[in-house]
């Protein structure tokens, strides 16, 4: 695949706008977004920030390779193919750090402010170095979101403001990941959970507010992968859990 702004006529990318810039606070934002056929600015869509692993980013591809996020993976693609009409909006940020969260939090409020959102149903999904980005941005304005699907990564963030506005997680990796391991997973799920139950809830009530998936080899073989931390992707083909994350609202 020729990752290039051409890929743009391909059906697959109708309704993209590719390579967006916005000046932001710690300068200038790249991000590509997609608006449903028929958007309409009386109404409000849910959406989604969707943030790419390290080859996504602009710091790893290069001033030529603008747009690769959306292009290599069907991560971005996939939340256009659900049945619900819905702005979806990818950011190829500039590193996996404090900027990039900042950028992304920035990035979310423009679309709230300017685009037809639902603020009551924005939701997050970030994948390696985009999940570190992610789970720093939930460290410090969960309230943004109604849910966050983290997948195969670690949290580099905070708990507590995730749990004090009981913003809803799914966290899925491979059990045999190669690059982070599985018990990244487990130690963030346990956090939340420990914290959730400090805090009162009961064991019904945080089952609905952090899942952890562990799905094995064979899951991943089934789809023909055979490497287990870039297979986390596969996390998009899997429309129970994509549709899990889009049932959220903020009360």
Known sequence: ?????????????????????????D?????????????DASREYP????????DGLLLSTGESMRGV??????????????????????PQLTDWGETSARQTIELTEYFIGNFAV???????????????TLSRVMG????????????????????ADVVDNRMPVYIFMGQNDEYYGSQKAVEAYDALRSRYIVAGLTESEVGKLVVLELPDNAYFNRLGIYNYHGGGQAVVNDDRILNWVLAQHQP
């Open 69 to 90: 996020n959306v292009f290599s993976s069907r991560a971005v693609v996939a939340w256009t193919q659900l049945g619900e009409e819905m702005i979806v909006v990818s």
């Open 47 to 54: 959406m989604i920030l969707v943030l790419p692993g390290y």
């Open 1 to 25: 695949m020729e990752l290039t702004k051409d890929a743009i006529r391909w059906p697959e990318f109708e309704h993209f706008t590719i390579d967006a810039v916005l000046a932001g606070s």
């Open 27 to 39: 300068g200038d934002i790249h991000y590509s977004y997609y608006l449903p056929e028929d958007y």
């Open 140 to 159: 410090t304005r969960a309230d943004l979101y109604a849910a966050y699907l983290h997948t195969s990564s670690q949290w580099d963030g905070d708990y």
């Open 118 to 132: 639902d603020p009551n149903r924005v939701y997050a999904s970030g994948f390696s170095a985009g999940g570190e």
